[in-house]
């Protein structure tokens, strides 16, 4: 087996009654990557984030995690793996000390081993001052760093974290990176994120889009972004459908259109968004220019904005 296919998904399906959330899904991820997950709501990340997590049984296809498949040997795999849920599944009425304790038996450890480990990981996470205190009088990001500590206690290969950033502020999403880059790096620890924020999962070594339980993309972020031609112009108008129209005609332009916004993909910014503006300022809301994101990279590959699938 080689590193590329250290985790390795074959022909995934799964549904929910009528529903098609995951759609003959391929995929291999390397170990010691950082792995993103992308997708709005309704893309069937999640179901696949806890089809590997083992909470969700398979219907149909394989996974294998380091050789061992998940369909005949779910135990193996759940050894070699930690979950951080979006959801918290800390106890709040218990100390950090004694959530990590509680943890740490699931797993078998006690006495000197569980005593150990729980000081590294104080120390790796810096909260050595935290552990008397109650889990529900921590902060949020606090709270992140004794969740992701709780999921590494048994040394697991992988980690998996169902949108970890959920409900922290701009500043605390960015230590969890740099505390993930941190943890990827001195333990070569496998990192698998489900994310629906753009701008974080560009920390990630290799993407995958996916959209109506289909992967419909697979590359790093830059790669990716390097799909779009060259910069972004995004114009707001109440008259989406006659500009469009207009712009079409005079300028041969191919666009996309999203409510009352429309995007161009160009390589000549500026001297382009002068003649929008000389030619149509009255039916101009407001008009920038941007370089691509993987908003952008979503909306080319799928002809529908990130935000509007449900």
């Known amino acids: 087996m080689s590193s590329e296919d250290f985790i390795n998904i074959k022909c995934l399906g799964y549904r929910y009654g009528d529903h098609t959330a995951l759609d003959d899904f391929n995929l291999s991820i390397g170990k010691g990557e950082i792995f993103g997950f992308l997708g709005p709501n309704g893309s069937g990340k999640t179901t696949l984030f806890r089809i590997m997590a083992t909470l969700l049984p398979i219907q149909k296809?394989?996974?294998?995690?380091?050789?061992?498949?998940?369909?005949?040997?779910?135990?193996?795999?759940?050894?070699?793996?930690?979950?951080?849920?979006?959801?918290?599944?800390?106890?709040?009425?218990?100390?950090?000390?004694?959530?990590?304790?509680?943890?740490?038996?699931?797993?078998?450890?006690?006495?000197?081993?569980?005593?150990?480990?729980?000081?590294?990981?104080?120390?790796?996470?810096?909260?050595?001052?935290r552990l008397g205190?109650?889990?529900?009088?921590?902060?949020?990001?606090?709270?992140?760093?004794?969740?992701?500590?709780?999921?590494?206690?048994?040394?697991?290969?992988?980690?998996?974290?169902?949108?970890?950033?959920?409900?922290?502020?701009?500043?605390?999403?960015?230590?969890?990176?740099?505390?993930?880059?941190?943890?990827?790096?001195?333990?070569?620890?496998?990192?698998l994120v489900t994310s629906h924020i753009l701008e974080e999962m560009e920390n990630c070594?290799?993407?995958?889009?996916?959209?109506?339980?289909?992967?419909?993309?697979?590359?790093?972020?830059?790669?990716?972004?390097?799909?779009?031609?060259?910069?972004?112009?995004?114009?707001?108008?109440s008259e989406p459908l006659r500009l469009a129209e207009n712009l079409q005609n005079k300028f041969q332009l191919g666009l996309f259109q999203d409510g009352n916004e429309l995007r161009i993909e160009t390589r000549e910014g500026v001297l382009l968004m002068q003649k929008i503006h000389e030619s149509f300022s009255d039916q101009l809301s407001t008009i920038r220019l941007s370089k691509p994101t993987l908003g952008d990279v979503f909306l080319k590959l799928t002809g529908h904005n990130f935000g509007s699938v449900s």
Do not use: C
């Open 205 to 237: 070594d290799i993407l995958a889009i996916l959209d109506r339980g289909k992967r419909v993309a697979l590359d790093s972020p830059e790669r990716l972004k390097n799909q779009v031609g060259g910069e972004v112009l995004t114009i707001e108008t």
């Open 61 to 129: 296809g394989k996974i294998t995690v380091d050789g061992y498949s998940l369909n005949e040997t779910p135990n193996e795999v759940r050894k070699r793996i930690g979950v951080v849920f979006q959801s918290p599944s800390l106890d709040g009425k218990l100390t950090v000390r004694e959530n990590l304790i509680h943890q740490g038996h699931l797993y078998g450890f006690r006495g000197e081993k569980l005593k150990s480990r729980i000081a590294e990981l104080i120390q790796q996470f810096q909260i050595e001052e």
């Open 133 to 191: 205190d109650l889990v529900e009088n921590l902060s949020g990001g606090l709270k992140r760093r004794v969740e992701i500590a709780k999921g590494l206690l048994h040394r697991p290969e992988i980690l998996l974290l169902d949108e970890p950033s959920t409900g922290l502020d701009p500043a605390v999403r960015l230590q969890l990176w740099k505390l993930l880059a941190d943890l990827n790096r001195s333990e070569e620890t496998t990192i």
